[in-house]
Protein backbone atom coordinates (compact mmCIF):
# COMPACT_ATOMS: atom_id res chain seq x y z
CA UNK A 1 0.00 0.00 0.00
CA UNK A 2 1.39 3.58 -1.16
CA UNK A 3 1.65 5.84 1.73
CA UNK A 4 1.18 8.79 -0.04
CA UNK A 5 0.00 9.24 -3.49
CA UNK A 6 0.12 11.96 -5.85
CA UNK A 7 -1.42 11.67 -9.38
CA UNK A 8 -0.27 12.96 -12.21
CA UNK A 9 3.15 11.87 -11.98
CA UNK A 10 3.78 13.93 -15.33
CA UNK A 11 2.04 17.01 -15.94
CA UNK A 12 2.96 19.25 -19.19
CA UNK A 13 0.51 22.29 -19.91
CA UNK A 14 0.80 25.23 -21.59
CA UNK A 15 1.08 28.58 -20.47
CA UNK A 16 -2.11 30.45 -19.09
CA UNK A 17 -3.94 26.68 -18.55
CA UNK A 18 -5.03 25.86 -15.21
CA UNK A 19 -4.64 22.66 -13.27
CA UNK A 20 -4.25 20.50 -10.36
CA UNK A 21 -2.57 17.71 -8.84
CA UNK A 22 -3.98 15.38 -6.13
CA UNK A 23 -2.48 13.91 -2.86
CA UNK A 24 -3.45 10.98 -0.49
CA UNK A 25 -1.83 9.97 2.42
CA UNK A 26 -3.02 6.92 4.08
CA UNK A 27 -1.15 7.10 7.36
CA UNK A 28 -3.65 8.67 9.27
CA UNK A 29 -0.80 12.49 9.82
CA UNK A 30 -2.75 15.05 11.04
CA UNK A 31 -0.28 17.40 8.66
CA UNK A 32 -0.01 17.45 5.55
CA UNK A 33 2.56 19.73 2.78
CA UNK A 34 3.06 20.98 -0.30
CA UNK A 35 7.00 21.16 -1.90
CA UNK A 36 8.55 22.60 -4.92
CA UNK A 37 11.86 21.50 -5.79
CA UNK A 38 13.49 23.51 -8.84
CA UNK A 39 15.75 22.80 -11.56
CA UNK A 40 18.81 23.04 -8.59
CA UNK A 41 16.80 20.73 -6.27
CA UNK A 42 16.15 22.79 -3.66
CA UNK A 43 13.29 22.10 -1.58
CA UNK A 44 11.11 24.57 -0.73
CA UNK A 45 7.77 24.45 1.50
CA UNK A 46 4.65 26.19 -0.18
CA UNK A 47 1.60 25.11 2.01
CA UNK A 48 0.76 22.87 5.13
CA UNK A 49 -2.12 21.57 6.56
CA UNK A 50 -2.55 20.83 9.99
CA UNK A 51 -6.00 19.23 10.57
CA UNK A 52 -7.19 20.95 7.63
CA UNK A 53 -6.32 24.13 8.57
CA UNK A 54 -3.77 26.53 6.50
CA UNK A 55 -0.71 26.65 8.81
CA UNK A 56 1.78 27.84 6.38
CA UNK A 57 1.85 30.10 3.45
CA UNK A 58 5.10 31.18 2.49
CA UNK A 59 5.00 33.79 -0.43
CA UNK A 60 3.56 31.71 -2.81
CA UNK A 61 1.76 33.49 -5.60
CA UNK A 62 -2.04 33.65 -4.96
CA UNK A 63 -2.03 31.54 -8.33
CA UNK A 64 -1.82 28.49 -6.11
CA UNK A 65 -4.17 27.14 -3.90
CA UNK A 66 -4.40 24.33 -1.58
CA UNK A 67 -7.31 22.74 -1.20
CA UNK A 68 -8.46 19.96 1.82
CA UNK A 69 -11.38 18.27 1.71
CA UNK A 70 -10.61 16.41 4.55
CA UNK A 71 -7.59 15.02 6.31
CA UNK A 72 -6.64 12.47 4.42
CA UNK A 73 -6.64 14.80 0.78
CA UNK A 74 -4.92 17.65 -0.18
CA UNK A 75 -4.97 18.97 -3.21
CA UNK A 76 -2.85 21.58 -5.18
CA UNK A 77 -4.61 24.12 -8.01
CA UNK A 78 -2.60 26.41 -10.25
CA UNK A 79 -3.91 29.20 -11.93
CA UNK A 80 -2.74 30.75 -14.97
CA UNK A 81 0.60 28.82 -15.49
CA UNK A 82 3.78 30.18 -16.34
CA UNK A 83 7.17 29.05 -17.41
CA UNK A 84 8.89 29.21 -13.66
CA UNK A 85 6.06 26.75 -12.47
CA UNK A 86 7.91 24.17 -14.26
CA UNK A 87 9.38 22.30 -11.42
CA UNK A 88 8.47 18.59 -9.31
CA UNK A 89 5.94 19.06 -6.97
CA UNK A 90 6.09 16.58 -3.81
CA UNK A 91 3.34 15.91 -1.18
CA UNK A 92 4.27 14.74 2.36
CA UNK A 93 2.31 14.75 5.49
CA UNK A 94 3.35 13.57 9.13
CA UNK A 95 2.07 12.88 12.53
CA UNK A 96 2.68 16.21 13.67
CA UNK A 97 4.03 19.25 12.46
CA UNK A 98 7.55 19.03 10.51
CA UNK A 99 9.02 21.52 12.19
CA UNK A 100 9.17 20.40 15.78
CA UNK A 101 10.58 16.80 14.24
CA UNK A 102 8.23 15.21 13.29
CA UNK A 103 9.00 12.35 10.42
CA UNK A 104 7.76 13.44 6.92
CA UNK A 105 6.74 10.88 4.11
CA UNK A 106 6.97 12.04 1.22
CA UNK A 107 4.78 11.49 -2.11
CA UNK A 108 6.68 10.62 -5.48
CA UNK A 109 6.44 13.71 -7.13
CA UNK A 110 4.19 15.32 -10.17
CA UNK A 111 6.61 16.81 -12.43
CA UNK A 112 5.38 19.90 -14.14
CA UNK A 113 6.67 20.80 -17.42
CA UNK A 114 5.43 24.63 -18.70
CA UNK A 115 5.47 25.02 -22.47
CA UNK B 1 19.04 35.56 6.61
CA UNK B 2 18.96 31.61 7.76
CA UNK B 3 21.07 29.57 5.55
CA UNK B 4 21.61 25.91 5.55
CA UNK B 5 24.60 24.63 3.62
CA UNK B 6 25.83 21.63 2.25
CA UNK B 7 28.51 20.72 -0.20
CA UNK B 8 27.09 21.35 -3.91
CA UNK B 9 29.93 19.03 -4.98
CA UNK B 10 29.20 15.66 -5.85
CA UNK B 11 31.00 13.20 -2.84
CA UNK B 12 32.72 10.43 -4.91
CA UNK B 13 34.02 7.35 -2.97
CA UNK B 14 35.15 3.81 -3.39
CA UNK B 15 32.81 1.01 -2.49
CA UNK B 16 33.77 -0.26 1.57
CA UNK B 17 35.04 2.95 2.61
CA UNK B 18 33.40 5.95 4.90
CA UNK B 19 31.34 9.20 3.42
CA UNK B 20 31.28 11.64 5.36
CA UNK B 21 28.76 14.56 4.36
CA UNK B 22 28.41 17.84 5.95
CA UNK B 23 25.90 20.71 7.04
CA UNK B 24 26.33 23.75 8.16
CA UNK B 25 23.50 26.30 9.13
CA UNK B 26 23.83 29.54 10.31
CA UNK B 27 21.30 32.25 11.60
CA UNK B 28 19.65 29.00 13.20
CA UNK B 29 18.73 27.66 16.66
CA UNK B 30 17.33 24.22 15.90
CA UNK B 31 15.90 21.97 18.20
CA UNK B 32 16.25 19.11 16.16
CA UNK B 33 18.07 17.88 12.78
CA UNK B 34 16.85 15.19 10.56
CA UNK B 35 18.75 14.10 7.50
CA UNK B 36 16.99 12.42 4.39
CA UNK B 37 17.91 10.56 1.66
CA UNK B 38 16.83 11.12 -2.35
CA UNK B 39 16.86 8.92 -5.20
CA UNK B 40 16.53 10.06 -8.75
CA UNK B 41 12.82 10.85 -9.63
CA UNK B 42 11.90 9.64 -5.92
CA UNK B 43 11.05 12.05 -2.74
CA UNK B 44 12.91 12.28 -0.10
CA UNK B 45 13.02 9.47 2.52
CA UNK B 46 13.36 9.80 6.38
CA UNK B 47 16.93 8.50 7.57
CA UNK B 48 17.60 9.61 11.24
CA UNK B 49 16.73 12.75 13.47
CA UNK B 50 19.02 14.38 16.54
CA UNK B 51 17.72 16.61 19.03
CA UNK B 52 20.26 19.27 20.23
CA UNK B 53 20.23 17.61 23.65
CA UNK B 54 22.19 14.53 21.64
CA UNK B 55 25.19 14.84 20.28
CA UNK B 56 25.26 11.58 18.53
CA UNK B 57 22.87 9.03 16.87
CA UNK B 58 23.33 5.56 15.50
CA UNK B 59 21.19 3.30 13.19
CA UNK B 60 22.75 0.44 11.77
CA UNK B 61 25.82 2.05 9.13
CA UNK B 62 24.61 5.40 9.23
CA UNK B 63 25.99 8.04 12.39
CA UNK B 64 24.86 11.85 12.47
CA UNK B 65 26.77 14.30 15.13
CA UNK B 66 24.70 17.62 15.88
CA UNK B 67 27.89 20.06 17.33
CA UNK B 68 25.30 23.23 18.39
CA UNK B 69 28.66 25.70 19.03
CA UNK B 70 29.93 24.80 15.33
CA UNK B 71 26.79 25.10 14.11
CA UNK B 72 27.48 21.87 12.09
CA UNK B 73 26.12 18.16 11.60
CA UNK B 74 28.16 15.52 10.02
CA UNK B 75 26.38 12.13 8.59
CA UNK B 76 28.41 9.20 7.90
CA UNK B 77 27.89 5.99 6.36
CA UNK B 78 30.28 3.42 7.16
CA UNK B 79 31.40 0.29 5.05
CA UNK B 80 29.56 2.17 2.28
CA UNK B 81 28.24 0.57 -1.07
CA UNK B 82 27.22 1.34 -4.25
CA UNK B 83 23.16 1.12 -3.24
CA UNK B 84 23.96 4.45 -0.70
CA UNK B 85 24.62 6.57 -4.38
CA UNK B 86 21.79 9.12 -3.52
CA UNK B 87 21.41 12.83 -2.66
CA UNK B 88 21.05 13.58 0.96
CA UNK B 89 19.33 16.46 2.34
CA UNK B 90 19.83 18.01 6.18
CA UNK B 91 16.59 20.07 7.81
CA UNK B 92 17.72 21.59 10.88
CA UNK B 93 14.28 22.49 12.85
CA UNK B 94 13.03 25.03 15.36
CA UNK B 95 10.54 23.99 16.52
CA UNK B 96 8.76 26.10 14.22
CA UNK B 97 5.87 25.17 11.91
CA UNK B 98 8.08 25.45 9.06
CA UNK B 99 10.44 22.75 7.96
CA UNK B 100 13.45 23.36 5.93
CA UNK B 101 15.69 21.86 3.89
CA UNK B 102 19.50 21.70 2.66
CA UNK B 103 19.67 21.50 -1.10
CA UNK B 104 21.62 17.82 -0.41
CA UNK B 105 24.75 16.59 -1.51
CA UNK B 106 25.33 14.09 -4.15
CA UNK B 107 26.52 10.79 -2.92
CA UNK B 108 28.34 8.78 -5.60
CA UNK B 109 29.81 5.00 -4.53
CA UNK B 110 31.97 3.37 -7.18
CA UNK B 111 32.46 -0.28 -7.11
Known amino acids: DTAVSQTPKYLVTQMGNDKSIKCEQN?????MYWYKQDSKKFLKIMFS???????INETVPNRFSPKSPDKAHLNLHINSLELGDSAVYFC??????????????FGPGTRLTVT | SQKIEQNSEALNIQEGKTATLTCNYT??????LQWYRQDPGRGPVFLLL?????KEKRKERLKVTFDTTLKQSLFHITASQPADSATYLC??????????FGRGTSLIVHP
Open chain 1, 27 to 31: LGHDT
Open chain 1, 49 to 55: YNNKELI
Open chain 2, 27 to 32: NYSPAY
Open chain 1, 92 to 105: ASSQGLGGFGFEQY
Open chain 2, 91 to 100: APLEGSYIPT
Open chain 2, 50 to 54: IRENE
